[in-house]
């Protein structure tokens, strides 16, 4: 039987995880519920932001997590999808933007000024 590449949260897992580092676990709780408080940006701007920066990151569990989130903040699943394409464009955009440097070393390689 093949093994899933990610596993399925459990509350095996997050005892495991919080008897190992139960410091950095308190600490890392305590921050993002800081972080998700409504502040200057309400709650589903700041859930929005997150499912974006999931897909940039590429993370499962921060993309189900924040995309439930999201749609428990008040976000319409039409606001999801559009934070998502944000994210595909500025992955999309910073690849373009750093052929830069490609360019600039082939440059140099090659002697061009």
């Known amino acids: ?3 899933p590449l990610y596993p399925h949260p459990t509350a095996a897992l997050a005892k495991r995880r919080a008897e190992l ?3 950095a676990l308190s600490a890392f709780k305590a921050f993002s519920k800081a972080v998700f408080a ?3 940006l309400d709650a589903k701007t700041k859930q929005l932001i997150a499912v974006a920066v ?3 990151t590429q993370c ?3 993309i189900k997590g924040h995309t439930e989130g999201a749609a428990r903040a008040g976000a319409s699943d039409a606001e999801i999808m559009e934070a998502i394409w944000v994210a595909a464009e500025m992955r999309a955009g910073g690849a373009y ?3 830069a440097l490609a ?3 082939l440059d ?3 002697g061009h000024p």
């Open 103 to 105: 360019l600039q070393t």
């Open 108 to 110: 140099d390689l090659h």
């Open 54 to 56: 999931a897909h940039v």
């Open 38 to 40: 409504p502040g200057a």
């Open 21 to 23: 580092a139960p410091d």
């Open 97 to 99: 933007a750093h052929s």
């Open 60 to 62: 499962p569990y921060c």
């Open 1 to 3: 039987m093949d093994s």
